[in-house]
């Protein structure tokens, strides 16, 4: 007989761009942190574009403020109707300096730092923004990652 363990979840991690399946997964994250009386946490992960325009020193401050803000009050909003506690932070998903960062290996390193007990990750969006950085994430995430997965 096989030991069944009832999952046990304190924190939900939701990678997030610009992308509506994101939207979607933080939906899903703060649903699930809700049925476990858990908390959420949301990465803007930043793409590719971006940190090279910071790294350069030419980015558009303002603008990418502003995305920021609205990635982020999205959260909010859902966090707020499902009634669940949530963080927030930012994270280069690229780096000029170090070859094996990437936005999966940055949603798994979140993941590590947090302790997260359950991740939600968008699925490849279609319609190929460059905002949408987590494009190719989930599949790394699912097949990397220590924690219950769910891409949606």
Known sequence: MTDRRPLSVDLVLAPVDASDESTDAVAYAAAIAS?????????????????????????????????????????????????VPLSTSVAYGFSTKMKLRHPGSVVLDTAEELDADFLVVPREPVSGDPGEVLAKAAEYVLLYASQPVLSV
């Open 35 to 83: 049925k476990y009386d858990a908390r959420v946490h949301v990465v803007h992960v930043l793409g590719e574009e971006v940190v090279r325009e910071i790294e350069e020193g030419v980015v558009d401050d303002a603008q990418v403020a502003a995305d920021g803000e609205a990635i982020m009050e999205a959260a909010e909003r859902i966090a707020a109707e499902h009634e």
